[in-house]
């Protein structure tokens, strides 16, 4: 099973020929906080293995955070139905409600805001019925905390560390991040977002391998293939990792839910198209040390600039 | 380890620490003479003295600046008197010195390890994996998070 997105639907990160931090979300066009793609059935069947056989890595709560809870399970349930007709249903009748996932063909009925009519917490439960990762920041004091999350598809960081967690001390490893305000600047900025006016942005990485599942806690089994990049293999090996992220305001519990759609796609794959090919050469060339570093590229950066200059010069792209 | 600063503008600074401490808040103790700004000292050289620190803590009045600087794990106490003396992190500052005992996250397996804080790599007790020691701490957990040593 390769988790490699096709060309036309994949979501092209870049713009400019450099990159660095910055906040760089924009208002979205089509409100819908999730998306159901191709991979959709490959996808939920890894999603709820994880969720099973690893509930502390990919799912977490703290116990007020129910009623935010509720309010995603009616978001994105409402935006399934409407986005998706002939995949998904709802009927609400009061607080009696019917779901329906034709595509993995199951029905729940319900009673909205009792958990007991639910076979898991509701946000596990809604989880179990999106591609997208799912975390829930609740603004209290000045501040937002990552107070539940499903996380299956993390790059790289680890949620049961991150639980409970103030927005500026969940960035604090990111390099450079502080000592530009970013920081400050960035939660300033979700403080204000409205109910009503989601955002979104696009995040990205390189990793050797293709797995989706790349947690902190696997780290010391996936992270090895990072030694294993040679010029000839990266093609195949190395994958681009780009995170389409939504943030909505709730605006019941005020809180905001943050989902993460994650898109993985060769680099043989990046490069079968002249114009990103060249492009991502030149942003990965100038990128400075404390990003790679931080992106986890270091060990094979040059391997992959390597590949990437063989490709131009393969004469596809002039 | 941290310094100790000054923190213009305030209406009183309160130097609380052991005869140790109290050199590392020299500088800034000279500083407030030198500007005249009204301070006290008060030395902690035992438990007792620490503990008669929160009526004293609690007598003080709106605008007092305090420093402390004693061992880390006499720090701790006093953090924690200070905090309900209704002392906020902006009316404060703790200094720690001497051995400092560190709880360390795996990133594998969310156990909870002990280290000293000059350690920099650890072995995980509960699963053997070799920790790097970060400087990434979380509240809820009162630990800082292990990486991955080698890969």
Same mark, same amino acid.
């Given at each position: 099973? /390769?988790?490699?997105?096709?060309?036309?639907?994949? %979501?092209?990160?870049?713009?400019?020929?450099?990159?660095?931090?910055?906040?760089?979300?924009?208002?979205?066009?089509? %409100?819908?906080?999730?998306?159901?793609?191709?991979?959709?059935?490959?996808?939920? /069947?890894?999603?709820?293995?994880?969720?099973?056989?690893?509930?502390?890595?990919?799912?977490?709560?703290?116990?007020?955070?129910?009623?935010?809870?509720?309010?995603?399970?009616?978001?994105?349930?409402?935006?399934?139905?409407?986005?998706?007709?002939?995949?998904?249903?709802?009927?609400?009748?009061?607080?009696?409600?019917?779901?329906?996932?034709?595509?993995?063909?199951?029905?729940?009925?319900? =009673?909205?805001?009792?958990?007991?009519?639910?076979?898991?917490?509701?946000?596990?439960?809604?989880?179990?019925?999106?591609?997208?990762?799912?975390?829930?920041?609740?603004? *209290?004091?000045?501040?937002?905390? &990552?107070?539940?999350?499903?996380?299956?598809?993390? @790059?790289?960081?680890?949620?049961?560390?991150?639980?409970?967690?103030?927005?500026?001390?969940?960035?604090?490893?990111?390099?450079?991040?502080?000592?530009?305000?970013?920081?400050?600047?960035?939660?300033?900025?979700?403080?204000?977002?409205?109910?009503?006016?989601?955002?979104?942005?696009?995040?990205?990485?390189?990793?050797?391998?293709?797995?989706?599942?790349?947690?902190?806690?696997?780290?010391?089994?996936?992270?090895?293939?990072?030694?294993? +990049? =040679?010029?000839?293999?990266?093609?195949?090996?190395?994958?681009?990792? +780009?995170? +389409?992220?939504?943030?909505?305001? &709730?605006?019941? =519990?005020?809180?905001?839910?943050?989902?993460?759609?994650?898109?993985?796609?060769?680099?043989?794959?990046?490069?079968?198209?002249?114009?990103?090919? /060249?492009?991502?050469?030149?942003?990965?060339?100038?990128?400075? %040390?404390?990003?790679?570093?931080?992106?986890?590229?270091?060990?094979?950066?040059?391997?992959?600039?390597?590949?990437?200059?063989?490709?131009?010069?393969?004469?596809?792209?002039? | 380890?941290?310094?100790?600063?000054?923190?213009?503008? /305030? *209406?009183?600074?309160?130097?609380?620490?052991?005869?140790?401490?109290?050199?590392?808040?020299?500088?800034?103790?000279?500083?407030?003479?030198?500007?005249?700004?009204?301070?006290?000292?008060?030395?902690?050289?035992?438990?007792?003295?620490?503990?008669?620190?929160?009526?004293?803590?609690?007598?003080?009045?709106?605008?007092?600046?305090?420093? +402390?600087?004693?061992?880390?794990?006499?720090?701790?106490?006093?953090?924690?008197? @200070?905090?309900?003396?209704?002392?906020?992190?902006?009316? =404060?500052?703790?200094?720690?010195?001497?051995?400092?005992?560190?709880?360390?996250?795996?990133?594998?397996?969310?156990?909870?390890?002990?280290?000293?804080?000059?350690?920099?790599?650890?072995?995980?007790?509960?699963?053997?994996?070799?920790?790097?020691?970060?400087?990434?701490?979380?509240?809820?957990?009162?630990?800082?998070?292990?990486?991955? @040593?080698?890969?």
């Amino acid at each position: 099973m /390769k988790w490699t997105d096709n060309l036309e639907n994949f %979501p092209y990160p870049f713009k400019g020929s450099t990159y660095r931090y910055s906040n760089n979300s924009v208002p979205m066009k089509k %409100p819908f906080c999730i998306e159901v793609t191709p991979d959709y059935l490959e996808e939920m /069947k890894l999603k709820r293995d994880l969720l099973t056989h690893h509930p502390e890595r990919c799912y977490q709560s703290l116990p007020h955070t129910l009623t935010g809870q509720w309010e995603i399970v009616e978001l994105v349930m409402d935006h399934l139905a409407e986005q998706y007709p002939n995949q998904f249903s709802l009927e609400k009748k009061g607080r009696q409600w019917r779901f329906h996932n034709k595509i993995l063909e199951e029905k729940h009925d319900f =009673t909205f805001g009792d958990e007991t009519t639910l076979p898991d917490e509701p946000l596990a439960f809604i989880s179990k019925h999106v591609q997208e990762d799912l975390i829930f920041m609740m603004q *209290r004091d000045g501040d937002l905390f &990552l107070d539940a999350g499903q996380l299956c598809f993390p @790059a790289n960081w680890s949620l049961a560390f991150n639980l409970g967690m103030k927005f500026k001390s969940i960035h604090h490893p990111i390099p450079g991040f502080k000592e530009e305000g970013l920081d400050d600047r960035i939660l300033q900025f979700l403080m204000r977002l409205e109910a009503g006016n989601p955002w979104e942005r696009k995040n990205w990485s390189l990793m050797a391998g293709d797995r989706l599942d790349t947690s902190l806690e696997t780290f010391d089994q996936w992270g090895k293939l990072r030694k294993q +990049v =040679t010029k000839k293999n990266a093609g195949e090996l190395v994958h681009i990792r +780009v995170e +389409v992220q939504k943030l909505f305001r &709730l605006p019941r =519990t005020n809180g905001i839910l943050f989902t993460i759609h994650t898109h993985l796609l060769s680099l043989e794959k990046l490069a079968s198209n002249p114009e990103w090919l /060249k492009q991502f050469y030149e942003i990965l060339s100038e990128l400075p %040390p404390h990003i790679t570093d931080y992106k986890g590229i270091s060990l094979y950066k040059n391997e992959v600039l390597e590949y990437l200059c063989e490709q131009l010069e393969s004469g596809k792209v002039l | 380890m941290r310094k100790a600063i000054f923190v213009s503008g /305030k *209406r009183k600074y309160l130097f609380c620490g052991a005869q140790e401490g109290m050199k590392l808040l020299f500088a800034v103790i000279e500083r407030v003479k030198e500007e005249g700004h009204p301070y006290e000292i008060v030395v902690i050289d035992d438990i007792q003295e620490s503990l008669q620190l929160s009526d004293f803590l609690k007598k003080q009045k709106m605008g007092t600046y305090l420093y +402390v600087a004693l061992s880390h794990t006499e720090l701790k106490r006093v953090e924690k008197t @200070a905090e309900e003396a209704g002392l906020t992190e902006e009316e =404060t500052q703790f200094i720690g010195y001497g051995e400092e005992l560190k709880r360390i996250f795996c990133c594998r397996c969310h156990g909870i390890n002990e280290a000293k804080n000059f350690e920099e790599e650890i072995l995980c007790n509960q699963c053997g994996l070799e920790l790097s020691v970060s400087d990434h701490y979380s509240v809820y957990h009162n630990a800082v998070l292990g990486y991955v @040593a080698k890969l």
